[in-house]
Protein backbone atom coordinates (compact mmCIF):
# COMPACT_ATOMS: atom_id res chain seq x y z
CA UNK A 1 0.00 0.00 0.00
CA UNK A 2 2.40 2.81 -1.05
CA UNK A 3 1.32 6.20 -0.15
CA UNK A 4 4.21 7.91 -1.51
CA UNK A 5 2.08 9.42 -4.20
CA UNK A 6 -1.37 9.15 -2.52
CA UNK A 7 -2.48 12.57 -0.93
CA UNK A 8 -4.71 12.74 2.00
CA UNK A 9 -8.38 13.87 0.54
CA UNK A 10 -8.98 17.18 1.95
CA UNK A 11 -12.24 15.83 3.25
CA UNK A 12 -10.86 13.45 5.61
CA UNK A 13 -8.36 15.72 7.46
CA UNK A 14 -9.47 16.65 10.44
CA UNK A 15 -12.06 13.86 11.14
CA UNK A 16 -11.91 11.05 14.14
CA UNK A 17 -10.89 7.96 11.72
CA UNK A 18 -11.44 4.78 14.14
CA UNK A 19 -8.96 2.24 12.29
CA UNK A 20 -9.99 -1.08 13.09
CA UNK A 21 -7.50 -4.08 12.41
CA UNK A 22 -8.23 -7.67 11.97
CA UNK A 23 -5.78 -10.70 11.71
CA UNK A 24 -4.81 -10.76 8.56
CA UNK A 25 -1.24 -10.87 6.93
CA UNK A 26 -2.32 -7.17 5.57
CA UNK A 27 -2.23 -5.59 8.96
CA UNK A 28 1.77 -4.56 8.42
CA UNK A 29 -0.06 -2.12 5.46
CA UNK A 30 -2.32 -0.56 7.19
CA UNK A 31 0.16 0.94 9.75
CA UNK A 32 1.77 3.52 7.11
CA UNK A 33 -1.67 3.91 6.04
CA UNK A 34 -2.54 5.13 10.02
CA UNK A 35 0.60 6.95 9.70
CA UNK A 36 -0.15 9.33 6.57
CA UNK A 37 -3.88 9.82 8.01
CA UNK A 38 -2.12 11.35 11.29
CA UNK A 39 0.46 13.34 9.46
CA UNK A 40 -2.70 15.01 7.69
CA UNK A 41 -4.10 16.16 10.82
CA UNK A 42 -6.79 13.37 10.81
CA UNK A 43 -7.30 11.88 14.80
CA UNK A 44 -6.50 8.72 14.67
CA UNK A 45 -7.44 6.12 17.20
CA UNK A 46 -6.54 1.97 16.37
CA UNK A 47 -8.40 -0.79 18.02
CA UNK A 48 -7.00 -4.47 17.21
CA UNK A 49 -8.34 -8.56 17.65
CA UNK A 50 -5.96 -10.59 19.21
CA UNK A 51 -5.07 -12.17 15.88
CA UNK A 52 -4.09 -8.98 14.28
CA UNK A 53 -1.79 -8.82 17.54
CA UNK A 54 0.00 -11.77 15.91
CA UNK A 55 1.00 -9.94 12.81
CA UNK A 56 1.52 -6.32 14.09
CA UNK A 57 1.88 -5.22 17.54
CA UNK A 58 0.32 -2.51 19.43
CA UNK A 59 3.52 -0.21 20.10
CA UNK A 60 3.89 0.20 16.05
CA UNK A 61 0.44 1.86 15.84
CA UNK A 62 0.82 3.67 18.64
CA UNK A 63 3.58 5.22 17.39
CA UNK A 64 2.84 6.46 14.69
CA UNK A 65 -0.62 7.83 15.68
CA UNK A 66 0.71 9.17 19.21
CA UNK A 67 -2.78 7.12 20.83
CA UNK A 68 -3.09 3.79 23.36
CA UNK A 69 -4.44 0.98 21.16
CA UNK A 70 -7.91 -0.45 22.19
CA UNK A 71 -6.64 -4.41 22.56
CA UNK A 72 -9.45 -5.69 24.63
CA UNK A 73 -13.44 -4.57 25.58
CA UNK A 74 -12.83 -4.19 29.30
CA UNK A 75 -12.39 -0.36 30.25
CA UNK A 76 -9.72 0.36 32.90
CA UNK A 77 -10.40 1.67 36.44
CA UNK A 78 -12.23 4.60 36.21
CA UNK A 79 -12.88 5.24 32.09
CA UNK A 80 -15.61 4.30 29.79
CA UNK A 81 -16.11 0.87 27.70
CA UNK A 82 -13.21 1.25 25.11
CA UNK A 83 -15.41 0.41 22.46
CA UNK A 84 -18.70 2.39 23.39
CA UNK A 85 -15.79 5.71 23.63
CA UNK A 86 -15.07 4.66 19.93
CA UNK A 87 -18.65 4.73 18.91
CA UNK A 88 -19.35 7.71 19.84
CA UNK A 89 -15.81 9.49 19.32
CA UNK A 90 -15.69 8.50 16.37
CA UNK A 91 -16.70 10.63 12.70
CA UNK A 92 -15.69 7.33 10.75
CA UNK A 93 -14.31 3.75 11.11
CA UNK A 94 -12.32 1.39 8.78
CA UNK A 95 -11.79 -1.82 8.82
CA UNK A 96 -8.36 -2.95 7.33
CA UNK A 97 -7.61 -5.30 7.00
CA UNK A 98 -11.36 -6.95 6.94
CA UNK A 99 -10.58 -11.03 7.43
CA UNK A 100 -13.50 -13.47 6.08
CA UNK A 101 -13.44 -14.23 9.95
CA UNK A 102 -14.30 -10.82 11.36
CA UNK A 103 -17.05 -10.00 8.13
CA UNK A 104 -19.00 -13.16 9.44
CA UNK A 105 -19.23 -11.73 12.87
CA UNK A 106 -20.21 -8.19 11.80
CA UNK A 107 -22.84 -9.72 9.56
CA UNK A 108 -24.04 -11.78 12.46
CA UNK A 109 -24.25 -8.91 14.62
CA UNK A 110 -21.62 -10.03 17.12
CA UNK A 111 -20.19 -8.28 19.23
CA UNK A 112 -17.21 -10.37 21.39
CA UNK A 113 -14.10 -8.39 20.64
CA UNK A 114 -13.20 -4.81 20.31
CA UNK A 115 -13.46 -4.81 16.76
CA UNK A 116 -17.24 -6.09 16.56
CA UNK A 117 -18.15 -4.37 19.65
CA UNK A 118 -17.23 -0.77 18.69
CA UNK A 119 -18.92 -1.41 14.85
CA UNK A 120 -22.40 -2.24 17.06
CA UNK A 121 -21.66 0.51 19.07
CA UNK A 122 -20.99 3.23 16.07
CA UNK A 123 -22.90 6.05 15.34
CA UNK A 124 -21.06 6.89 11.59
CA UNK A 125 -20.41 5.43 8.10
CA UNK A 126 -18.23 2.38 8.30
CA UNK A 127 -15.93 1.66 5.43
CA UNK A 128 -14.44 -2.23 5.45
CA UNK A 129 -11.47 -3.10 3.43
CA UNK A 130 -11.47 -6.73 2.82
CA UNK A 131 -8.36 -8.77 2.65
CA UNK A 132 -7.62 -12.90 2.44
CA UNK A 133 -7.25 -16.15 0.20
CA UNK A 134 -8.50 -16.40 -3.20
CA UNK A 135 -10.72 -19.40 -2.41
CA UNK A 136 -12.04 -17.80 0.95
CA UNK A 137 -13.27 -14.43 -1.65
CA UNK A 138 -14.89 -16.17 -3.98
CA UNK A 139 -17.01 -18.57 -1.60
CA UNK A 140 -20.72 -17.93 -1.60
CA UNK A 141 -21.23 -17.22 2.47
CA UNK A 142 -18.60 -14.35 2.12
CA UNK A 143 -20.01 -13.21 -0.74
CA UNK A 144 -23.86 -13.26 1.20
CA UNK A 145 -22.31 -11.70 4.09
CA UNK A 146 -20.79 -8.94 2.53
CA UNK A 147 -24.22 -7.98 0.55
CA UNK A 148 -25.83 -7.98 4.16
CA UNK A 149 -22.82 -5.38 5.71
CA UNK A 150 -23.76 -3.27 2.03
CA UNK A 151 -27.44 -3.57 2.80
CA UNK A 152 -26.46 -2.09 6.52
CA UNK A 153 -25.20 1.01 4.38
CA UNK A 154 -21.57 -0.15 4.97
CA UNK A 155 -19.51 0.88 2.25
CA UNK A 156 -16.93 -2.47 0.78
CA UNK A 157 -13.61 -1.62 -0.96
CA UNK A 158 -12.93 -4.69 -3.28
CA UNK A 159 -10.05 -6.13 -2.85
CA UNK A 160 -7.24 -5.94 -5.93
CA UNK A 161 -6.16 -9.10 -7.71
CA UNK A 162 -2.87 -10.39 -7.64
CA UNK A 163 -0.09 -12.15 -5.66
CA UNK A 164 -1.18 -13.87 -2.39
CA UNK A 165 0.78 -14.68 0.92
CA UNK A 166 -0.55 -17.65 0.00
CA UNK A 167 0.87 -18.24 -3.16
CA UNK A 168 -1.94 -18.00 -5.41
CA UNK A 169 -2.94 -16.04 -7.87
CA UNK A 170 -6.14 -13.96 -7.64
CA UNK A 171 -8.47 -11.63 -5.83
CA UNK A 172 -7.97 -11.08 -2.47
CA UNK A 173 -5.29 -8.54 -1.89
CA UNK A 174 -6.05 -5.82 -0.05
CA UNK A 175 -6.75 -2.76 -1.58
CA UNK A 176 -4.63 0.04 -2.43
CA UNK A 177 -3.82 3.28 -0.39
CA UNK A 178 -5.98 5.47 -3.21
CA UNK A 179 -9.00 2.81 -3.65
CA UNK A 180 -9.52 2.85 0.08
CA UNK A 181 -9.05 6.06 0.51
CA UNK A 182 -11.62 7.63 -2.36
CA UNK A 183 -14.26 5.16 -0.39
CA UNK A 184 -13.83 6.71 3.02
CA UNK A 185 -14.65 9.95 0.72
CA UNK A 186 -17.56 8.26 -0.55
CA UNK A 187 -18.33 7.00 3.04
CA UNK A 188 -18.51 10.37 4.61
CA UNK A 189 -20.02 12.68 1.86
CA UNK A 190 -23.85 11.94 2.28
CA UNK A 191 -23.10 11.49 6.08
CA UNK A 192 -21.91 14.70 6.50
CA UNK A 193 -24.07 17.15 4.46
CA UNK A 194 -23.44 20.06 7.12
CA UNK A 195 -19.58 20.27 6.78
CA UNK A 196 -18.57 23.63 6.39
CA UNK A 197 -21.72 24.86 7.94
CA UNK A 198 -22.33 26.71 11.23
CA UNK A 199 -25.18 25.51 13.65
CA UNK A 200 -26.15 26.80 16.38
CA UNK A 201 -29.40 25.36 18.43
CA UNK A 202 -30.50 26.61 21.71
CA UNK A 203 -32.11 24.21 24.47
CA UNK A 204 -33.53 24.20 27.79
CA UNK A 205 -35.61 26.42 29.82
CA UNK A 206 -34.47 29.56 30.63
CA UNK A 207 -34.60 30.74 34.41
CA UNK A 208 -35.63 33.83 35.82
CA UNK A 209 -34.29 34.65 39.39
CA UNK A 210 -36.69 35.41 42.39
CA UNK A 211 -33.78 35.86 44.54
CA UNK A 212 -30.36 34.49 44.61
CA UNK A 213 -31.89 30.36 45.37
CA UNK A 214 -35.27 30.74 43.24
CA UNK A 215 -36.02 31.38 39.99
CA UNK A 216 -39.03 30.78 37.82
CA UNK A 217 -38.55 28.70 34.68
CA UNK A 218 -40.67 25.66 33.23
CA UNK A 219 -40.88 21.99 32.33
CA UNK A 220 -38.45 21.92 29.76
CA UNK A 221 -35.66 19.62 29.91
CA UNK A 222 -32.97 20.53 27.07
CA UNK A 223 -33.49 16.76 25.54
CA UNK A 224 -34.81 18.26 21.69
CA UNK A 225 -31.88 20.79 21.87
CA UNK A 226 -29.17 18.62 22.36
CA UNK A 227 -30.65 15.93 19.74
CA UNK A 228 -30.85 18.44 17.22
CA UNK A 229 -27.17 19.56 17.92
CA UNK A 230 -25.76 16.34 18.12
CA UNK A 231 -27.61 15.26 14.74
CA UNK A 232 -26.18 18.60 13.38
CA UNK A 233 -22.20 17.60 14.71
CA UNK A 234 -22.49 14.32 13.56
CA UNK A 235 -23.13 15.41 10.04
CA UNK A 236 -20.14 17.57 9.93
CA UNK A 237 -21.60 21.03 11.13
CA UNK A 238 -19.64 23.36 13.37
CA UNK A 239 -22.33 23.29 16.09
CA UNK A 240 -22.72 25.58 19.40
CA UNK A 241 -25.23 24.89 21.95
CA UNK A 242 -26.62 27.67 24.02
CA UNK A 243 -28.50 25.87 26.66
CA UNK A 244 -29.51 26.16 30.24
CA UNK A 245 -29.58 22.51 31.00
CA UNK A 246 -27.24 19.79 31.42
CA UNK A 247 -26.06 17.24 28.52
CA UNK A 248 -24.14 14.34 27.90
CA UNK A 249 -20.44 15.04 26.33
CA UNK A 250 -20.30 15.62 22.92
CA UNK A 251 -16.69 15.33 21.18
CA UNK A 252 -18.72 18.12 18.15
CA UNK A 253 -20.78 20.08 20.32
CA UNK A 254 -19.28 23.64 21.59
CA UNK A 255 -21.75 24.33 24.86
CA UNK A 256 -21.89 27.50 26.00
CA UNK A 257 -24.51 27.51 29.18
CA UNK A 258 -27.06 30.29 30.08
CA UNK A 259 -29.45 30.73 32.33
CA UNK A 260 -32.04 34.00 31.81
CA UNK A 261 -33.55 35.18 28.58
CA UNK A 262 -31.07 38.02 28.64
CA UNK A 263 -28.33 36.04 28.59
CA UNK A 264 -29.50 33.78 25.76
CA UNK A 265 -30.06 36.73 23.41
CA UNK A 266 -26.59 38.13 23.88
CA UNK A 267 -24.98 34.64 23.52
CA UNK A 268 -27.33 34.54 20.25
CA UNK A 269 -25.61 37.47 18.81
CA UNK A 270 -22.23 37.04 19.94
CA UNK A 271 -22.66 33.10 18.71
CA UNK A 272 -24.61 33.91 15.17
CA UNK A 273 -23.05 35.89 13.09
CA UNK A 274 -21.45 34.24 10.13
CA UNK A 275 -23.65 30.86 10.84
CA UNK A 276 -25.70 29.69 8.22
CA UNK A 277 -28.77 28.13 10.70
CA UNK A 278 -30.42 28.74 14.32
CA UNK A 279 -32.66 25.87 15.72
CA UNK A 280 -34.31 27.69 18.73
CA UNK A 281 -35.41 24.32 20.67
CA UNK A 282 -35.09 26.77 24.14
CA UNK A 283 -38.19 27.10 26.07
CA UNK A 284 -37.81 30.84 26.51
CA UNK A 285 -39.75 32.23 29.58
CA UNK A 286 -42.63 34.63 28.60
CA UNK A 287 -42.26 36.63 31.94
CA UNK A 288 -40.02 37.28 34.53
CA UNK A 289 -39.81 38.84 38.14
CA UNK A 290 -40.25 43.18 37.30
CA UNK A 291 -37.94 42.72 40.31
CA UNK A 292 -35.38 40.33 41.99
CA UNK A 293 -34.25 40.23 45.53
CA UNK A 294 -30.67 40.34 45.94
CA UNK A 295 -30.59 38.28 49.37
CA UNK A 296 -32.56 34.74 49.69
CA UNK A 297 -36.35 35.86 50.90
CA UNK A 298 -36.93 34.20 54.34
CA UNK A 299 -40.44 32.74 54.79
CA UNK A 300 -40.37 33.74 58.04
CA UNK A 301 -39.62 37.14 57.43
CA UNK A 302 -42.16 37.43 54.66
CA UNK A 303 -45.52 35.64 55.93
CA UNK A 304 -47.28 36.64 52.29
CA UNK A 305 -45.59 37.63 48.75
CA UNK A 306 -46.94 38.81 45.77
CA UNK A 307 -44.32 38.80 42.70
CA UNK A 308 -44.86 41.47 39.68
CA UNK A 309 -44.29 39.93 37.03
CA UNK A 310 -43.17 41.81 33.12
CA UNK A 311 -42.71 40.05 29.73
CA UNK A 312 -39.71 39.27 28.75
CA UNK A 313 -38.65 40.34 25.08
CA UNK A 314 -38.88 38.00 22.69
CA UNK A 315 -35.34 36.26 21.87
CA UNK A 316 -35.91 35.17 18.00
CA UNK A 317 -37.26 38.52 16.85
CA UNK A 318 -35.36 40.77 18.22
CA UNK A 319 -32.94 38.77 16.57
CA UNK A 320 -34.74 39.03 13.10
CA UNK A 321 -35.12 42.62 13.61
CA UNK A 322 -31.09 42.88 13.53
CA UNK A 323 -29.90 43.22 10.19
CA UNK A 324 -26.48 41.40 11.13
CA UNK A 325 -28.85 37.88 11.07
CA UNK A 326 -30.60 38.41 7.83
CA UNK A 327 -28.81 35.66 6.24
CA UNK A 328 -29.54 32.91 9.23
CA UNK A 329 -32.05 30.77 8.46
CA UNK A 330 -33.88 30.64 11.79
CA UNK A 331 -36.28 27.41 12.95
CA UNK A 332 -37.91 28.06 15.89
CA UNK A 333 -40.18 26.33 18.08
CA UNK A 334 -43.47 25.77 19.33
CA UNK A 335 -44.90 24.01 22.07
CA UNK A 336 -49.06 23.94 21.45
CA UNK A 337 -52.15 22.82 23.10
CA UNK A 338 -54.56 23.00 20.21
CA UNK A 339 -54.72 24.79 16.63
CA UNK A 340 -51.06 23.73 16.08
CA UNK A 341 -50.87 24.82 12.62
CA UNK A 342 -52.67 28.43 13.04
CA UNK A 343 -50.72 29.10 16.59
CA UNK A 344 -47.23 28.09 14.82
CA UNK A 345 -47.89 29.98 11.61
CA UNK A 346 -48.53 33.06 13.52
CA UNK A 347 -45.55 32.88 15.38
CA UNK A 348 -43.48 32.19 11.80
CA UNK A 349 -44.85 36.05 11.06
CA UNK A 350 -44.57 37.67 14.01
CA UNK A 351 -40.88 36.19 15.01
CA UNK A 352 -39.48 36.38 11.16
CA UNK A 353 -38.94 32.77 11.42
CA UNK A 354 -38.57 30.86 7.92
CA UNK A 355 -39.56 27.59 9.64
CA UNK A 356 -41.45 26.20 12.99
CA UNK A 357 -41.63 22.56 14.29
CA UNK A 358 -44.83 22.76 16.44
CA UNK A 359 -45.60 20.05 18.58
CA UNK A 360 -48.63 18.68 21.06
CA UNK A 361 -47.96 19.34 24.82
CA UNK A 362 -51.83 17.58 25.66
CA UNK A 363 -49.79 14.45 24.53
CA UNK A 364 -48.93 12.53 27.71
CA UNK A 365 -46.37 10.13 25.31
CA UNK A 366 -44.00 13.04 23.90
CA UNK A 367 -42.49 16.16 24.47
CA UNK A 368 -40.99 17.48 27.65
CA UNK A 369 -38.91 15.16 29.88
CA UNK A 370 -39.61 12.49 27.01
CA UNK A 371 -37.44 10.40 24.91
CA UNK A 372 -40.30 10.89 22.10
CA UNK A 373 -41.32 13.43 20.19
CA UNK A 374 -43.70 14.18 17.07
CA UNK A 375 -45.31 17.47 15.68
CA UNK A 376 -45.62 19.31 12.25
CA UNK A 377 -42.68 21.38 10.64
CA UNK A 378 -43.99 24.27 8.69
CA UNK A 379 -42.11 26.72 6.48
CA UNK A 380 -43.22 30.48 5.55
CA UNK A 381 -44.04 29.65 2.41
CA UNK A 382 -46.86 27.26 2.89
CA UNK A 383 -44.92 24.21 2.91
CA UNK A 384 -45.85 21.68 5.83
CA UNK A 385 -44.34 17.83 6.74
CA UNK A 386 -46.22 15.84 9.46
CA UNK A 387 -43.03 14.47 11.99
CA UNK A 388 -44.44 11.23 13.11
CA UNK A 389 -43.77 10.01 16.74
CA UNK A 390 -40.14 9.41 16.83
CA UNK A 391 -37.24 9.53 19.14
CA UNK A 392 -35.81 13.22 19.82
CA UNK A 393 -32.52 11.68 18.11
CA UNK A 394 -34.00 10.47 14.96
CA UNK A 395 -37.05 13.47 14.56
CA UNK A 396 -33.91 15.81 15.06
CA UNK A 397 -32.93 14.39 11.42
CA UNK A 398 -35.94 14.48 9.81
CA UNK A 399 -35.78 18.08 10.33
CA UNK A 400 -32.43 18.58 9.30
CA UNK A 401 -33.32 16.52 5.82
CA UNK A 402 -36.08 19.20 5.44
CA UNK A 403 -34.31 21.92 6.18
CA UNK A 404 -30.98 21.32 4.57
CA UNK A 405 -32.20 21.79 0.87
CA UNK A 406 -33.54 25.47 2.20
CA UNK A 407 -30.13 26.81 3.05
CA UNK A 408 -28.41 28.99 1.31
CA UNK A 409 -24.95 27.93 -0.42
Same mark, same amino acid.
Given at each position: ????? @?????????????? *????????????? *????????????????????? %??????????? @????????????????????????????????????????????????????????????????????????????????? +??? *????????? =?????? *????????????????????????????????????????????????????????????????????????????????????? =???????????????????? %???????? +? +???????????????????????????? @???????????????? =????? @???????????????????????????????????????????????????????????????????????????????????
Amino acid at each position: MPLDA @TPIPIELRGLRIAL *LVSGGIAAYKVVD *LASALSQAGCQVRVAMTAAAM %RFVGPPTFQGV @TGKPVATGIWPADGTPEPHVFLGDWAQLILVAPATANVIGRIADGRSDDIVTATLLAARCPVVIAPAMNDAMWAKPALQEN +LTK *LRHRGITVV =EPETGH *LASGHEGAGRLAGASAILNAMVHGIRARYDLAGRRVVVTAGGTREPIDPVRFISNYSSGKMGFALAAAAADRGAKVTLITTANHP =EHNGIDVQRVDTAEEMLAEL %RSQLRGSD +L +LLMAAAVGDFRPAKASDRKIRREETPSL @TLELEPIPDVVASLAA =EPAFA @TVFRVGFAAEDSKLDAKAMEKVKRKGLQAIVANDISRRDIGFGSEYNAGVLLFADGARHELEKATKRELADKILDLVLPRLKR
